[in-house]
């Protein structure tokens, strides 16, 4: 396995005007943003020796350069169209503050409030550093000297309560319980050549995809949990563009059993396979 180093900060609290919140309101909103950078294959090696932070990326900088970036978009009244532009802005500052050290920048900014019943909605950018004199460089999805595999983008949506009438003993055919799902959207590389994510085909409302979801299963009722997360799969399929290749979903039933915290299943399926 080839060596690999990272320097990460984990969950910058910002503030930004993304898109709209969970009302549908062009209004600034809670964001957490972090932070990972892949560095060149054993580049830590020279702090980890001299143990000097001159050595390194230091992630005190890359944290002030990230929320001063930020901060400045916001006095000046920016509104990001949607997160991809603010992971831009952020993956761009990530790739100044590192230089030549770093080989890839990976953005996860999520958006708490973003959508009703869920605990969290976030969006991963990797993008590698890639040459100007290459511009086919980003239509190979390989890895970079360091392992990552880029570009990519995974969107979650974390914890989403679900009110499902679901299950094969007698009470749990007469009211709908609580299925905490968590979806998983993947997404193919749109870029083309060095571009940053700014340059991606229009946003999917993935707060819509949701909306979807629920009205499925308020027309439904299931058994069993595999009937549920396989027409959850196939729905979310249904509900995107081409862009997405894969989900995942997982389902929870925390009530099922007594001594257990949850019981449930997971399933991934791709576009390919087909309904």
């Given at each position: 396995m080839a060596t690999t180093d990272t320097v990460f900060v984990d969950s910058i609290q910002l503030t930004a005007a993304v898109s709209t919140d969970c009302w549908g309101r062009p209004k600034p909103q809670q964001v957490l943003?972090?932070?990972y950078l892949h560095l060149k294959p054993s580049f830590l090696d020279a702090c980890g020796t001299s143990d000097d932070v001159t050595d390194s990326v230091h992630y005190g900088h890359l944290t002030k350069a990230v929320s001063a970036l930020i901060d400045e978009k916001?006095?000046?009244?920016?509104?990001y169209v949607d997160v991809h532009a603010l992971i831009a802005d952020v993956t761009r500052a990530a790739f100044e503050l590192a230089g030549e050290s770093v080989d890839a920048v990976r953005v996860v900014v999520d958006l708490p409030k973003q959508i009703l019943l869920a605990s969290g909605f976030s969006v991963e950018v990797t993008m590698p550093k890639m040459g100007e004199s290459d511009p086919s460089e980003a239509d190979?999805?390989?890895?970079?000297a360091s392992g990552v595999v880029a570009p990519t983008t995974i969107v979650r949506v974390k914890?989403?309560?679900l009110p499902v009438l679901i299950g094969v003993n007698p009470p749990e055919r007469l009211a709908r319980q609580r299925v905490i799902t968590n979806i998983m959207f993947s997404e193919r590389p749109?870029?083309?050549g060095s571009a940053l994510p700014e340059s991606r085909p229009r946003e999917i409302d993935y707060p819509e995809i949701v909306q979807r979801l629920y009205e499925l299963i308020n027309d439904s009722s299931y058994l069993t949990l595999e009937k549920l997360v396989l027409e959850l799969c196939r729905a979310c399929l249904r509900a995107t563009p081409s862009l997405v290749d894969t989900v995942t979903v997982r389902c929870e039933k925390p009530s099922a059993i007594a001594f257990a915290h949850a019981s449930g299943v997971e399933m991934t399926r791709r576009r390919e396979a087909g309904p």
């Open positions: 943003a972090s932070v916001a006095r000046s009244g920016v509104h190979n999805a390989g890895e970079t914890d989403l309560v749109p870029y083309v």
